[in-house]
């Protein structure tokens, strides 16, 4: 996995609701916590942006998905972010898809854009994005 360039403005925080960006099976997600993180501050919540694994749940979509709970990368968010040559990107919702324990996605294919800094972190999920922006 490799680093960042881009200031990346973590906007979602436990218990955000992301909609499913691949045909995997699942629909909504609810995020109950962020992998990597260490401790955090007391009284603050872990937060999280495009290009991190966050651990959440699976509140609509196939019945083998549902309440099951899931490893999931953020591609899109709502709050804009900054990148290195001073342009900011903002999406019109927060999205990710569901990812195997080894970062392979488990669908096939992405509905919508998909924020370039994850495909620098994770060049495999960069071959079923159908845009990369």
């Given at each position: 996995?490799?680093?960042?360039?881009t200031?990346?403005?973590?906007g979602?925080?436990?218990s955000?609701?992301l909609t499913?960006?691949d045909?995997?099976?699942a629909?909504?997600?609810?995020i109950i916590?962020?992998l990597g993180?260490g401790g955090a501050t007391?009284g603050?919540?872990?937060s999280?942006?495009?290009?991190d694994?966050v651990i959440?749940?699976?509140?609509?979509?196939?019945?083998q998905?549902?309440?099951?709970?899931?490893r999931?990368?953020?591609i899109?968010?709502k709050s804009?972010?900054?990148r290195?040559n001073?342009m900011?990107?903002r999406?019109e919702d927060?999205?990710?898809?569901l990812?195997?324990?080894?970062?392979l996605?488990i669908?096939?294919?992405v509905k919508?854009?998909m924020a370039?800094?994850?495909?620098?972190?994770?060049?495999?999920l960069?071959?079923?994005?159908?845009?990369?922006?």
């Amino acid at each position: 996995m490799k680093g960042l360039a881009t200031k990346i403005s973590k906007g979602l925080i436990p218990s955000s609701v992301l909609t499913c960006a691949d045909n995997s099976g699942a629909r909504t997600l609810m995020i109950i916590n962020r992998l990597g993180k260490g401790g955090a501050t007391k009284g603050r919540y872990t937060s999280s942006g495009v290009g991190d694994i966050v651990i959440a749940s699976v509140k609509s979509g196939t019945p083998q998905y549902i309440k099951k709970k899931v490893r999931v990368v953020i591609i899109r968010q709502k709050s804009p972010m900054r990148r290195s040559n001073g342009m900011r990107v903002r999406f019109e919702d927060n999205a990710g898809i569901l990812v195997s324990d080894a970062n392979l996605a488990i669908g096939t294919e992405v509905k919508g854009a998909m924020a370039r800094e994850v495909v620098e972190r994770y060049i495999k999920l960069a071959g079923i994005a159908s845009r990369v922006v």
